[in-house]
């Protein structure tokens, strides 16, 4: 069993920033694809972000794209989610993903794909 432990988020104006962090409770995270994923109030849990387990091959919402930035340190087991330039739409509950039963040389956009989940962090733009 895998475990995933999000912080970093919280409330932030509108245009403002926040890096959500992701540490996995395992020392061959490099096999891991990981992902962030959001959920708001009625809505389906949506794709975020991907990044691959060695070569960091990314892959963006279009929603997100060119604001939100998601990178991983293998060595400390950590995924990131920098996000800039926040929008009041974006207000969401934020889960870090993560899988090895699928390959992960690839970003991976799915959320069936994921085998394991953070408890989530909220994140809150306001206007």
């Known amino acids: 069993q895998v475990q995933l432990v999000e912080s970093g988020g919280g409330l932030v104006q509108a245009g403002g920033s926040l890096r959500l962090s992701c540490v996995a409770s395992v020392r061959t995270f490099d096999r891991y694809v990981m992902g962030w994923f959001r959920q708001a109030p009625g809505k389906e849990r949506e794709f975020v972000a991907s990044?691959?387990?060695?070569?960091?091959?990314?892959d963006y919402a279009s929603s997100v794209k060119g604001r939100f930035t998601i990178s991983r340190d293998n060595a400390k087991s950590t995924g990131y989610l920098q996000m800039n330039s926040l929008k009041p739409e974006d207000t969401a509950v934020y889960y870090c993903?993560?899988?090895?039963?699928?390959?992960?040389?690839?970003?991976?956009?799915?959320?069936?794909?994921?085998?394991?989940w953070g408890q989530g962090t909220q994140v809150t733009v306001s206007s």
């Open positions: 990044i691959s387990g060695c070569s960091f091959t990314t």
């Open positions: 993903a993560a899988a090895n039963s699928v390959g992960a040389y690839r970003p991976r956009r799915d959320v069936s794909e994921y085998d394991y």
